[in-house]
């Protein structure tokens, strides 16, 4: 190909990415040298009168960086990608490689016990409580994943671009038998695409719209309610079985025992990926989504109480409503959380009674109350 080059860098022809003619741009941009000037005593807004607005220069991506810092403040950690048999594809910031790990776990219970696709997870940490989300993208059983600060539009963009990018490189290929060879050439060529992306969106800005789509619901539905110590579960509380895609586990004598058995596995479950976010993170995960259609999703939410207790539920519909749900069950859940977890489990087991008889009153929200 000639000069003039495309300025987005695809083919005129097939409009696919071109990492050569990239390089070669890229080159030129960085080897550009600005012009040295001789100070003049009259300068252009002097002559004018008025001031000059001056160009401003284009953000420099660099994914060597440890946060990629974007515009208005928004900023990408990692770019990853893994498939649902838990082979790592490419990340782009090996100090956030664990999050593949993580991503391959809530998938697990994101299509089993939540019966949906995963989403994205918003994660919590430090005393300023600064939010960072995780977003997720899984198409041919390939999940993309974006992690940083984004409204939930441009991350799916991101998402978007990195799917079509990986499926010209992988075409043809099965992902789970690539050798060590073909691995480090799509990493190396993903690599610069990435960076393309970065940039676009960059370019973007002004075209994108932070407005969110609003829920399609406006109620929420509780589906589980748990509480916990340290990991250790002190009370769990199955509200809608049929809502969820539960195993079984065994055969046993009474139902009561089959759902007592059915709380303690889905709450052993829960939480395993709050330990192993946290462990990994340093951060909590205020909730996990999971998406089951149009702007219709399931939330696996948790909440850090006093002395080291969560309370954790799953849940359906409008998540803006989850917060009042939690303030109606504080005055109850206080009542056993004053002191840390000693491991007499009378108080939990009789708050536990009576969560299970106000429940059976109500599941889905507003109105706030239990009469």
Same mark, same amino acid.
């Given at each position: 190909?000639?000069?003039?080059?495309?300025?987005?860098?695809?083919?005129?022809?097939?409009?696919?990415?071109?990492?050569?003619?990239?390089?070669?741009? @890229?080159?030129?941009?960085?080897?550009?040298?600005?012009? &040295?000037?001789?100070?003049? +005593?009259?300068?252009?807004?002097?002559?004018?009168?008025?001031?000059?607005?001056?160009?401003?220069?284009?953000?420099? *991506?660099?994914?060597?960086?440890?946060?990629?810092?974007?515009? !208005?403040?928004?900023?990408?950690?990692?770019?990853? *990608?893994?498939?649902?048999?838990? @082979?790592?594809?490419?990340?782009?910031?090996?100090?956030?490689?664990?999050?593949?790990?993580?991503?391959?776990?809530?998938?697990?219970?994101? @299509? +089993?016990?939540?019966? +949906?696709?995963? #989403?994205?997870?918003?994660?919590?940490?430090?005393?300023? =409580?600064?939010?960072?989300?995780?977003?997720?993208?899984?198409?041919?059983?390939?999940?993309?994943?974006?992690?940083?600060?984004?409204? #939930?539009?441009?991350?799916?963009?991101?998402?978007?671009?990195?799917?079509?990018?990986?499926?010209?490189?992988?075409?043809?290929?099965?992902?789970? !038998?690539?050798?060590?060879?073909?691995?480090?050439?799509?990493?190396?060529?993903?690599?610069?695409?990435?960076?393309?992306?970065?940039?676009?969106?960059?370019?973007?800005?002004?075209?994108?719209?932070?407005?969110?789509?609003?829920?399609?619901?406006?109620? *929420?539905?509780?589906?589980?309610?748990?509480?916990?110590?340290?990991?250790? +579960?002190?009370?769990?509380?199955?509200?809608?079985?049929?809502?969820?895609?539960?195993?079984?586990?065994?055969?046993?004598?009474?139902? =009561?025992?089959? !759902?007592?058995?059915?709380?303690?596995?889905?709450?052993?479950? *829960?939480?395993?990926?709050?330990?192993?976010?946290?462990?990994?993170?340093?951060?909590?995960?205020?909730?996990?989504?999971?998406?089951?259609?149009?702007?219709?999703?399931?939330?696996?939410?948790?909440?850090?109480?006093?002395?080291?207790?969560?309370?954790?539920?799953?849940? =359906?519909?409008?998540?803006?409503?989850? &917060?009042?749900?939690?303030?109606?069950? =504080?005055?109850?859940?206080?009542?056993?959380?004053?002191?840390?977890?000693?491991?007499?489990?009378?108080?939990?087991?009789?708050?536990?009674?009576?969560?299970?008889?106000?429940?059976?009153?109500?599941?889905?929200?507003?109105?706030?109350?239990?009469?």
């Amino acid at each position: 190909m000639s000069k003039p080059y495309p300025k987005d860098n695809l083919c005129p022809r097939c409009k696919k990415f071109i990492a050569t003619l990239f390089d070669l741009t @890229t080159e030129k941009e960085e080897k550009r040298q600005p012009k &040295e000037f001789k100070t003049r +005593g009259i300068t252009l807004s002097s002559k004018l009168g008025t001031k000059v607005r001056v160009k401003e220069q284009p953000l420099t *991506i660099s994914l060597e960086s440890d946060k990629i810092k974007l515009k !208005k403040g928004e900023y990408v950690k990692l770019l990853g *990608i893994t498939s649902t048999e838990r @082979t790592q594809l490419y990340c782009s910031n090996k100090n956030y490689a664990y999050l593949l790990e993580l991503t391959n776990n809530l998938d697990f219970i994101a @299509t +089993g016990i939540l019966e +949906g696709d995963l #989403d994205k997870m918003l994660l919590i940490s430090g005393e300023k =409580e600064k939010e960072e989300k995780c977003q997720f993208y899984e198409k041919n059983d390939i999940i993309f994943i974006v992690y940083g600060k984004f409204p #939930d539009k441009k991350g799916k963009w991101i998402l978007e671009q990195m799917s079509n990018h990986f499926s010209e490189l992988v075409q043809g290929k099965d992902v789970e !038998k690539l050798d060590k060879f073909d691995k480090y050439n799509i990493e190396r060529d993903f690599k610069k695409r990435t960076k393309f992306i970065l940039q676009q969106y960059v370019r973007l800005q002004e075209i994108f719209t932070d407005q969110e789509i609003p829920y399609v619901e406006d109620t *929420i539905r509780i589906d589980y309610v748990g509480l916990s110590s340290m990991s250790i +579960g002190v009370i769990s509380i199955l509200l809608g079985e049929e809502n969820l895609n539960l195993d079984p586990i065994g055969e046993f004598e009474t139902p =009561e025992e089959d !759902k007592e058995m059915k709380e303690s596995m889905l709450t052993a479950r *829960i939480e395993a990926i709050a330990a192993n976010t946290q462990g990994n993170t340093g951060a909590t995960p205020r909730w996990i989504a999971v998406k089951l259609g149009f702007q219709k999703y399931r939330f696996l939410t948790f909440k850090k109480l006093e002395n080291d207790y969560f309370i954790s539920m799953i849940s =359906e519909g409008n998540l803006s409503k989850i &917060e009042q749900v939690e303030k109606l069950l =504080e005055p109850k859940i206080t009542q056993v959380t004053g002191t840390v977890f000693s491991g007499n489990l009378k108080p939990f087991n009789e708050l536990k009674i009576d969560l299970e008889k106000n429940f059976s009153n109500r599941k889905k929200f507003p109105p706030f109350s239990f009469n």
